[in-house]
């Protein structure tokens, strides 16, 4: 006889597992996980934390509702018996061309395409889901339909959580152009009243954290956008006080290797299973998205730039971080800087998005480099309200000219700020981290009726000296090349002494 697992409803959050102690110490396994980089966590090394993050405890035998796909799937695979209620594993009914129904219906200016159907087909009938669709697909108009169809089937309020200050002014944006009344979209943000009877409220996870259990009881609709970023212990905080909200939908452009399977765990427990129907290289092919290109640019240091370098590192006191000192030589140096600008300034007649990582050691030093007369400099960063981030955004969309170079934090501008007239992006810092990499390079893949075509210049350093000694950027940058190669973007590397 085989074991059984009995699923009993806890909440829209948390169901309860029952079965006898062996199997739930198996689930309990079957659940746990070591982060990346556990070994470098204060309480692994303090030994008061073994290092396993554990989703199930067998003395507490509750789990994600989102879980269910993975717990059975762990049942079929050993031949246990698993009960559940109907309402968890099963799908709702809907035709194939719902969601095209539904935008008529709305008189929504846009009709979805054949894989933003699958996406909200697939939403509405799990009433959960975790939809991975790249940057560009057209993510907000897939929130709007699956909003909206709570919103005119049950009257359903909605609760929508993005990540920065822009997202929320770029999505309240998004739904006016579709057709929606902009008096039934609340936004929310720091210093903003949070009592609202809107249908549809809009706002940062970092405004809502400190947020009662009861102020989340009105809404029945949650969803996530770009909800890779979320803290872990910040969406399980403020998700986990949405106990009435049956309908949970995350979005993401990306969530690759780079990220750990307990986060991927977590989202899919909060939000719902995974799923992708669409890649930007499909996307490309048919196009959907701008066309584009990798110019990766090697700076070669000279001989004694890189003796002094290594030299230089060598001084570092042992269990000291070395890559934060060698990335403020790089962003300090007059040589590396200047080239940054050159490339910029030969870049007339088109809109450029310059990315940096540091705001006052490297930010304020290119703002005034990038100054030039006939060019409008936009310089973004975290002190830059929401407003004059949408006031921008707007304006250069709207700008049949050209001549506009927005100079941005990766913080600020990486992650779900869309402009369909942007031509290239530079990296003036580069970044290993595949997620960062990925939304970067989506800034640049809107079309528009003048830009069909996008360039990122990808600018790293070469400091290393004979096989003893590689720099960290230059580490970073062949990773960078590894993700471009797997994503099949068309690339070049080129190396120019400096």
């Known amino acids: 006889m085989s074991e059984r697992i009995e699923i009993e409803n806890i909440n829209s959050v948390h169901m309860k597992v029952k079965a006898d102690s062996g199997t739930l110490m198996e689930i309990s396994e079957h659940f746990s996980f070591r982060p990346e980089g556990y070994q470098f966590n204060p309480k692994f090394k303090a030994r008061v934390w073994d290092g396993i993050i554990r989703l199930f405890q067998p003395m507490r035998p509750k789990l ?225 998205v701008a066309d584009f290109k990798v110019k990766a640019i090697v700076l070669s240091h000279n001989n004694q730039a890189r003796k002094d370098f290594k030299k230089a590192m060598g001084t570092i006191k042992e269990g000291v971080k070395k890559w934060p000192a060698e990335r403020e030589f790089i962003v300090n140096h007059p040589g590396r800087n200047n080239f940054i600008k050159n490339l910029v300034h030969s870049l007339e007649g088109q809109n450029n998005l310059i990315l940096f990582d540091l705001v006052e050691k490297h930010g304020k030093v290119l703002e005034p480099l990038l100054q030039k007369e006939g060019r409008v400099l936009h310089f973004i960063y975290g002190g830059t309200s929401g407003d004059e981030r949408e006031r921008i955004r707007n304006l250069v969309e709207n700008d049949s000219e050209k001549r506009h170079n927005i100079l941005a934090s990766y913080g600020v501008f990486s992650t779900g700020v869309n402009l369909k007239r942007l031509d290239n992006v530079i990296f003036a810092s580069g970044s290993k981290s595949e997620i960062k990499v990925l939304q970067s390079i989506g800034r640049t893949l809107r079309k528009a009726d003048d830009s069909t075509q996008a360039v990122l210049y990808d600018i790293a350093d070469d400091l290393s000296v004979g096989e003893s000694f590689e720099n960290y950027t230059l580490k970073h940058f062949k990773k960078r090349i590894e993700i471009y190669g797997a994503e099949q973007f068309s690339f070049k590397i080129f190396t120019v002494d400096i």
Request: a neutral charge; hydrophobic letters at 35%.
């Open 64 to 288: 994600y509702v989102g879980l269910f796909p993975h717990l059975k799937k762990f049942c079929d695979d050993r031949g246990y018996t698993i009960v559940a209620p109907d309402h968890i594993g099963t799908e709702e009914q809907f035709d194939d061309d719902y969601p095209i129904e539904l935008a008529k219906e709305i008189n929504c200016k846009f009709t979805p395409r054949d894989y933003q159907i699958e996406y909200i087909n697939n939403a509405l009938r799990n009433r959960r889901s975790l939809s991975l669709s790249p940057t560009s697909s057209g993510k907000s108009l897939i929130i709007y339909l699956i909003q909206q169809h709570y919103y005119q089937a049950f009257g359903h309020r909605t609760l929508i959580i993005v990540p920065t200050i822009s997202l929320v002014h770029q999505m309240a944006g998004d739904f006016v152009d579709y057709g929606c009344d902009a008096s039934i979209i609340y936004k929310i943000q720091g210093g903003v009243d949070k009592n609202t009877k809107a249908p549809i409220v809009i706002s940062t996870w970092q405004s809502l954290i400190k947020q009662p259990k009861d102020w989340f009881d009105q809404f029945r609709v949650v969803l996530g956008d770009e909800a890779h970023t979320f803290q872990a212990k910040s969406l399980t905080t403020i998700m986990e006080k949405l106990t009435d909200c049956e309908y949970r939908h995350g979005f993401t452009g990306t969530l690759k290797s780079a990220e750990s399977k307990t986060h991927r765990l977590v989202l899919e427990g909060c939000f719902g299973k995974v799923k992708r129907y669409v890649n930007t290289k499909k996307l490309m092919d048919e196009g959907t």
